[in-house]
């Protein structure tokens, strides 16, 4: 898209449009003598409330110049944008959202998707943290966030029909499977998307994400340098990049330090408590004599320890563990938890304002974010 990049100086504006010569015969019939009128009934003759007319006549700016200072162009002066600020606050205009959307097609609103049920949305921390990213990020805009929860296909039709019919300006979309066919909906439709994680590490639609395989093999590393060596896997989902990324981390550290990858220690979850405390069974019966697990969730890890106290053993004399996320469950433990640490509510943050750049220029390239992880130590391991 080409960009006009001429600044325009206080009350003159290009010549040549229709609108312009028009503003032009308002001026000149405007000139011929008034009764004065005291300066704060200015524009609100009879209790009218201001328009952009009477902010650009109190500013001495044409329309088009408050127009864009209300939508935040950078196509003004400065000296004029601070005149029709000020003009603004005297005159205590509040410009007209509903008909500002019907010229720019805009809905000042934005969908967080989370194609997950209710349970998994209130107990899995990660969840929360990301919509508090989200909603620092657009505190200070007039853009409104409206979550949507797609539980089954009724859900999944309602969230189409509001893509139809553009009653959003784009799409946040977190919890991405593989096989899920919303994000190519989305993508089919042209509406901005934005992921929180991934489906793959050259997916079309713009992602942020923690640096899983990394963060793992510092999981492992930690344990390896800690003397373990019968070290246990309970993995996230495979059909998510998230659950094969943070698996692949583990397996390739373990390769490094010439220990070979074992099936027997590798359980696979679904990032719930239960789904670990089952893992662990499986794990305890293929594997009794294992020291230590990498769980590839705190939410998880917090299972595992329900589930070796209940067998008896101890953590982290017996067995060592290691989550990812450093939730607040991570602190709050018994004994607190060895994890890593994601950034998440940046990743909330981030993927908000990444979606905001991509509404007002679709033709951005996009983005495709990993942000680093870190170990945090506690009792655990």
Do not use: W
Not at 122 to 133: K, L, T
Not at 236 to 241: A, H, S, V
Not at 309 to 331: C, K, M, W
């Amino acid at each position: 898209m080409s960009r006009e990049t001429t600044q325009e100086a206080p009350g003159r504006e290009r010549s040549g449009s229709r609108d312009q010569r028009k503003g032009s015969r308002e001026a000149q019939s405007d000139s011929r003598p008034q009764t004065p009128r005291p300066e704060h009934e200015e524009g609100r003759a009879h209790g009218a409330r201001p328009t952009i007319k009477t902010v650009a006549a109190r500013a001495g700016v044409g329309r088009t110049t408050v127009s864009r200072v209300v939508n935040g162009s950078e196509l003004v002066s400065e000296k004029a944008r601070e005149a029709v600020l000020s003009a603004i606050a005297e005159l205590g205009y509040v410009p007209n959202s509903v008909a500002r959307g019907l010229v720019t097609r805009r809905t000042n609103a934005v969908a967080l998707v989370i194609p997950e049920s209710e349970s998994r949305l209130g107990s899995e921390p990660y969840f929360s943290a990301v919509i508090r990213g989200v909603s620092a990020a657009l505190a200070d805009t007039r853009t409104q966030l409206q979550l949507m929860l797609v539980r089954d296909q009724a859900e999944r039709d309602q969230l189409t029909q509001s893509v139809a019919e553009r009653r959003v300006d784009g799409v946040l979309l977190v919890s991405v499977h593989e096989h899920d066919a919303l994000p190519g909906l989305l993508e089919s439709a042209g509406l901005p998307t934005v992921l929180a994680g991934r489906r793959r590490e050259d997916d079309p639609l713009s992602y942020v994400c923690a640096d899983n395989r990394g963060g793992a093999a510092a999981a492992v590393r930690h344990l390896l340098d800690r003397g373990r060596r019968r070290i246990a896997t309970v993995a996230g989902p495979q059909d998510m990049e998230v659950g094969r990324s943070r698996l692949q981390g583990c397996q390739e550290a373990l390769s490094r330090a010439g220990i070979p990858a074992r099936d027997h220690l590798v359980a696979v979850g679904d990032f719930t408590e239960e789904g670990a405390r089952a893992a662990m069974r499986s794990l305890l019966e293929r594997a009794p004599d294992l020291d230590a697990v990498f769980a590839a969730s705190d939410l998880m890890a917090a299972g595992i320890l329900l589930e070796l106290r209940a067998r008896g053993r101890r953590v982290p004399q017996d067995v060592s563990i290691v989550g990812f996320e450093d939730s607040y469950l991570a602190r709050h433990t018994n004994p607190p938890l060895t994890t890593i640490r994601q950034p998440t509510q940046e990743i909330g943050a981030t993927i908000a304002r990444t979606l905001l750049r991509e509404i007002e220029n679709p033709a951005l390239p996009r983005t495709r974010l990993v942000l680093d992880t870190e170990l945090v130590v506690r009792e655990s391991s």
